[in-house]
């Protein structure tokens, strides 16, 4: 969504860097480059202007010329600035006091209201609620059916004791205020602690619909009025939530479609002009597709900074626990990676969500934009019929793997064989480094890590290194192994057989016929 808005800024604050000093012909032209991405993006022109004004406030102070680094200090500002006007502080849905919590949706025709009301139930249930949907959509046709299809998909009930219209022939007979108010008192009696009430769509101009939905709101008093908007619509977003803001004083904004490829201006205004904040976004068309709305997570995504907390919170809620302890106990006992642990790592991933979404939270994505876009979200369904086709044996120990197995494997998991050992060679780098990570080494050149090239321990030179440890001399890790134990144990012989005295001048008691010394020696030892 926001890639365009994205990619103009991170080229702005390029030319900023390595300067130890701003002037204001700098600090202008940054600020004119900014004015533009703004606009470019579809941000409404009274929110550009009030942005970059504090801006250029903030940069022309103290606040950046006292800087060790100027340029730093501008993106700081700027990235404070956006979170400002995204609207501050996440923001939560109010609980009632005495349950149920009503939440009402209103919005546009073709907002995607309904589908929203499924992802919000869902994401409700999953936080330890027992919401009910309540079908108050009866003119646009089929809409009670949809609505009750995405409950089943959700898992949550839907009350609908009117079917609504079936065609847009057919005249709705239905009364929208009459169904909110049974439903509330449904799930009161049912004692659910959230109600979702989906509304019909309407225009900001059409004056009996926005009446209706007034009603509607007077009728159950609405803990929360979510206003459900487009992202892509651009400019005319502001019109349209202010038109709704006057007809039904909504108390929060959820933006749809946010994984669409509209410039985004939609997100940046609405906020700052309505004084009321967005709460929800809804991110792709599966009902999972929905997460809490955080100003500062979304700064950073524009200003390709990442979004590395968010990524955090869907693996916690993805991630098997179990198959994370029983890794962790793995990892700890140092035992072998194998490919039936890479199957289960990459199956965890995939649970996750989409791959490309994932990466793109990370820091730094915009550089790699071009080869994220190229990504195959197949390649994992790839990898794991690669896996799937090897026996049992062969998962634990891939290095028997030959010629004629490596063309079974491709046959049997309709890839090429160039496939096979480019996951077999990615296997063995991630086995070598799971393996050093397990024996304390660390990862090479990670500061803060154990290990040579981090912080953890001191640095040693190769020829240290070398010095201090002897590589066993077999290829074969058997004798290798082998090797290496006759050695531990020749050190711990020499270790338990040597005498014990005074290191200088102390009498010791030894057998000089145990010594193979010279004939004619012994009288040299005063014995």
């Known amino acids: 969504m926001f890639n365009s808005l994205s990619d103009r800024l991170t080229a702005t604050f390029k030319n900023l860097r390595g300067k130890g000093r701003l002037t204001e012909a700098d ?45 730093q200090q501008i993106v700081k500002i700027v990235n404070e600035e956006l979170v400002g006007i995204l609207g501050g502080e996440t923001r ?11 939440i009402m949706l209103a919005g546009l025709q073709g907002a995607g209201k309904t589908t929203l009301a499924g992802k919000l139930s869902k994401w409700l249930k999953g936080q330890g609620h027992s919401p009910l949907l309540v079908a108050c959509d009866l003119q646009r046709p089929n809409a009670v059916r949809q609505l ?17 219209v079936s065609s847009e022939f057919e005249a ?35 004056a009996e619909l926005m009446q209706q939905a007034a009603d509607i709101r007077a009728a159950i008093s609405p803990d929360e009025v979510l206003f459900v908007i487009d992202a892509m619509i651009g400019q005319d977003a502001v019109n349209t939530a202010l038109a709704f803001n006057e007809g039904v004083d909504f108390t929060g904004v959820v933006l749809t479609k946010l994984d669409g490829d509209a410039r985004g201006g939609a997100a940046l205004s609405v906020a700052s002009v309505t004084g009321k904040p967005v709460m929800f976004a809804s991110t792709g068309e599966g009902l999972g597709d929905f997460e809490l709305f955080h100003p500062d997570r979304m700064a950073s995504r524009i200003l390709d900074m990442g979004d590395v907390l968010t990524l955090i919170e869907q693996a916690e809620q993805s991630w098997d626990k179990d198959e994370a302890a029983r890794m962790a106990k793995k990892f700890a006992d140092q035992e072998d990676f194998t490919l039936d642990d890479f199957l289960a790592q990459m199956q965890q991933i995939r649970n996750m969500g989409s791959m490309k979404k994932m990466l793109m939270m990370m820091p730094g994505a915009a550089n ?16 794991e019929a690669i896996v799937r086709s090897m026996t049992p044996h062969e998962r634990v120990a891939p290095k028997i793997i030959n010629g004629s197995r490596r063309a079974r494997i491709a046959r049997g998991s309709g890839v090429h064989v160039s ?29 803060g890590m154990a290990g040579p090239g981090g912080f953890g321990g001191p640095r040693k030179t190769k020829a240290a290194a070398a010095k201090g440890k002897k590589k066993p001399r077999s290829g074969n890790p058997a004798k290798a192994a082998q090797e290496l134990q006759e050695a531990e144990a ?13 290191a200088f001048g102390g009498q010791q008691d030894f057998d000089p016929s145990a010594m193979n010394l010279p004939k004619g020696f012994e009288k040299f030892l005063g014995k």
Do not use: C
């Not at 801006?55 to 950046?64: F, H, M």
């Not at 049974?182 to 799930?187: D, F, I, P, R």
């Not at 070598?432 to 990862?443: R, Y």
């Not at 020749?490 to 005074?502: D, I, K, Y």
């Open 27 to 71: 600090i202008d032209a940054t600020v004119r480059e900014i004015r533009r991405a703004l606009l470019d993006a579809d941000v409404a022109v009274p929110v550009v202007r009030a942005f970059t004004a504090a801006v250029k406030e903030r940069a022309l102070g103290l606040e950046v010329s006292q800087a060790l680094n100027p340029g």
């Open 92 to 102: 939560r849905i109010r609980l009632a006091k005495n349950p149920p919590t009503v």
């Open 148 to 164: 009750q299809v995405n409950g089943e998909r959700a898992g949550v009930p839907v009350y609908a004791p009117h079917p609504g």
């Open 172 to 206: 709705a007979t239905g009364d929208p205020v009459a169904v909110a108010r049974q439903g509330v008192a449904e799930a009161r009696a049912r004692l659910h602690d959230v109600v979702i009430v989906d509304t019909a769509g309407r225009l900001g101009v059409d």
């Open 368 to 383: 790699m934009r071009e080869q994220l876009e190229n990504f195959d979200e197949r390649e994992i369904d790839r990898v």
């Open 419 to 447: 496939e096979v050992n480019g996951l077999l060679e990615r296997f063995t780098q991630a086995q070598k480094m799971m393996k050093k990570m397990a024996s304390g080494g660390g990862i090479p050149g990670m500061p």
């Open 490 to 502: 020749r050190r711990a012989a020499a270790r338990t057989a040597t005498p014990t005295g005074a």
